[in-house]
């Protein structure tokens, strides 16, 4: 890509290097990993803004002109989500723990890049809220997949924030209307490769809205976990490399507070080991 290209997380920067690839989807579709981005020869570097980064934060960032950071996988085939997923959120909502995964998906269409602004969409909603998620981008074909191969066909991993018109839901009964308004799927700031995780049991997830830490909670807390998530999912349909599964968010969400977001609010996600994901909402 003449305007930016794909890109390392290092010495508080990014590096943008010289590969065949025009994005990290391409490059994932390819290899199933991050892997060729470390031996990549650097073309240019610029510095990251005050969000923070260093060289435990992430193996690979997709820049625009300008240092403009973009979503790592901008044009998924497929968005796939779970509701309920955390046994902080079951707790604190009464509900049973699910025995099956509550599965849908989100239109592609409502992928954005971090430093966003997201559109509130007036008129049919007053409970646009936020959910922050560990997404995991899939680098080998899963099908009827074994739990204990599925973590292995991961590529990376990188923030979600998973957003929600609750009200939109209630009404519909459709999470794939409530989920897929433009910009209600932002993606990044940058990817963190499976090998470099702590493991699928052991990531870190937070959030903030306007500065105040709304959710903190780790992988191990999740009714499915991250690879029998990947299996489920896989009995019924066939995931291929690019595709993006967000995992569910824990407690903490305007839902639970009773709190929803509005025009000026911004929200911040992060993930172990991956740049920060910050938005706006605007009017």
């Given at each position: 890509m003449t305007s930016g290209g794909l890109g390392r997380i290092e010495d508080g920067g990014v590096a943008v290097l010289d590969t065949p690839y025009p994005d990290a989807a391409a490059l994932i579709e390819a290899t199933g990993s991050l892997d060729a981005l470390a031996t990549a020869k650097?073309?240019?570097?610029?510095?990251?803004?005050?969000?923070g980064a260093g060289e435990d934060a992430g193996d690979g960032a997709e820049g625009g002109a300008g240092g403009e950071l973009l979503a790592p996988i901008a044009r998924p085939r497929a968005v796939w989500g779970i509701g309920m997923n955390y046994h902080s959120k079951a707790a604190l909502t009464g509900r049973p723990v699910p025995d099956e995964p509550v599965l849908y998906l989100a239109a592609p269409s409502s992928v954005c890049g971090p430093g966003a602004a997201v559109r509130l969409p007036a008129g049919q909603t007053a409970e646009m809220d936020y959910e922050a998620e560990i997404a995991v981008v899939i680098g080998r074909t899963l099908d009827h997949a074994a739990e204990a191969d599925a973590w292995h066909a991961v590529a990376a991993v990188t923030a979600a924030n998973d957003m929600t018109c609750?009200?939109?839901?209630?009404?519909?009964?459709?999470?794939?209307l409530a989920k897929s308004f433009p910009g209600f799927t932002p993606l990044g700031a940058s990817l963190l490769g499976r090998?470099?995780?702590?493991?699928p049991d052991a990531i870190g997830v937070r959030s903030w809205v306007c500065g105040e830490s709304r959710q903190d909670s780790t992988s191990a807390d999740m009714i499915f976990p991250i690879p029998e998530l990947l299996a489920r999912i896989s009995r019924y349909a066939v995931l291929r490399p690019g595709d993006v599964v967000l995992t569910g968010t824990p407690a903490g969400t305007g839902q639970d507070r009773g709190d929803f977001l509005r025009p000026g609010d911004t929200v911040?996600?992060?993930?172990?080991?991956?740049l920060p994901l910050t938005i706006r909402v605007r009017a």
């Open positions: 650097v073309v240019r570097w610029f510095p990251l803004d005050g969000d609750r009200d939109v839901m209630k009404r519909t009964g459709w999470p794939v090998d470099e995780t702590a493991g911040r996600v992060e993930i172990d080991g991956v």
